[in-house]
Every structure is written in C-alpha cells, then in structure tokens.
C-alpha cells in the first residue's frame, strides 16, 4: 500500500473525474499518457478505479481511495510547493486562468515576480461565476487556503476573482489572461510593473514603449 502513495497517484485520485479518458487525465496532470496509464492500472488493481473501455469510474468509497484522500488533506497544505500550487488549478477540470501578477509572472516566462515571498504567497485566478462553488469545494476538499478578496494570508494560498466567462490564451499550454488584457492592467500599476512592461516589450515586440532600466 505504501509504495503507492506518491505524487502521481496523488494527483490522479485529485484530478480523475467519472468518464474521463486516461488522456484526458494525463493532460489534467501533465504527465505522459504512459506514466498515467501505469497508475491509474494501479489504482484500478487496488480497486479505487474503474475502467470501462476507455472510461475511467472513481469509487470514493473504497478504503484505499478514502485513505489517499485523507492523506492528501493532511499533508498538502503544509507542505504543497509553488509547482504543485501552480498545478494545482489544473486538476480540478474547471475552466480558469492566471491573472493579475500571475499573468505577469508567466507572460515574462518567471522573470517578473512582485509582491511575494515565501511566509505570503498569494496566486491570483480568474474562474467563472457558474463554477464559484464548485471551487470552493475543490480548494476546501484538499485544505488550500483561497479567498476571494486580496487579503494577505500566510503561506500559499489562491486569489480567486469571478467573471461570467473566462476568455483566455495559453502561454506554453497554461491558460493566462490574454497578453493584451496583461499590458492593460500592468499599464494600470505602472510603478509597480514598469519593468515588467519593458520586459513584455522585449519578448513580444510589442512597440508600447517601456523605457524601464535598473
């Protein structure tokens, strides 16, 4: 039992829905349809899943589901990583995307980062109106502090804002507020994200202008 207690099991008992496809897992999980493949095998073995055809069915009242389910709970808020944070939206198969500072933060590729340390850091979100509770759910199922006000709290924790759809782009397969909606709202801050800007400027050839230099 205890060797199958491991990132990617974990993340598969988080992200599996009923009738997902074990591809559409492995893309849930960004891990290799392979790899998914091999533990979800596992897990069916163990009884937590199971397939019909090419459906995978999650029985969350099996024993062994329940424990990893428990675990999860116990141990992750203490000890999630900004990789799993940043991963974590992901698995919840919900539409979303990575605003405010975050879609900085990836539209500069990791290069522009404010705001943050390591006793606060807040991830910023954009989900839509219909799927508010779902997320509440999600986040309050695992133990991940969320809020919906931009109110420091310790550690990692979501920023969730709300709109009634969620128009996005992807910068290398993560979804992120458009590159455009980005500039807008850094030219809104702009003491605060003008170097930022010129960065943007630099990779996307944008002309807007940044002059920023340290």
């Known amino acids: 039992m205890f060797e199958m207690i491991n990132p990617y099991v974990a993340k598969i008992v988080i992200a599996a829905r009923d009738g997902d496809s074990i591809r559409q897992i492995s893309k849930k999980i960004r891990e290799s349809y392979g790899w998914t493949h091999k533990w979800v095998s596992e897990l069916v073995k163990m009884g937590a899943i199971t397939r019909e055809r090419q459906e995978v069915y999650v029985d969350k009242k099996?024993?062994?589901?329940?424990?990893?389910r428990r675990f999860i709970r116990g141990t992750l808020p203490s000890n999630i990583s900004l990789n799993d944070a940043y991963l974590l939206p992901n698995?919840?198969?919900l539409d979303y995307m990575f605003t405010n500072?975050?879609?900085?933060?990836?539209?500069?590729?990791g290069g522009y980062n404010i705001g943050r340390s390591k006793d606060a850091y807040p991830i910023f979100i954009g989900i839509a109106q219909k799927d508010k509770a779902a997320w509440e759910y999600f986040f309050s199922q695992l133990g991940i502090t969320y809020t919906f006000r931009n109110e420091k709290k310790k550690g990692i924790y979501f920023v969730l804002s709300t709109s009634t759809a969620i128009e996005k782009e992807l910068s290398e397969q993560v979804p992120?507020?458009?590159?455009?909606?980005?500039?807008?709202?850094?030219?809104?801050?702009?003491?605060?994200?003008q170097p930022a800007l010129e960065m943007l400027d630099e990779l996307y050839d944008l002309k807007i202008g940044a002059t920023y230099k340290e």
């Open 62 to 68: 099996n024993p062994f589901y329940k424990a990893i």
């Open 91 to 93: 698995l919840a198969g």
């Open 101 to 109: 500072t975050d879609a900085i933060f990836i539209w500069t590729k």
């Open 176 to 193: 992120v507020l458009p590159l455009s909606e980005t500039v807008a709202w850094a030219k809104r801050y702009e003491f605060n994200f």
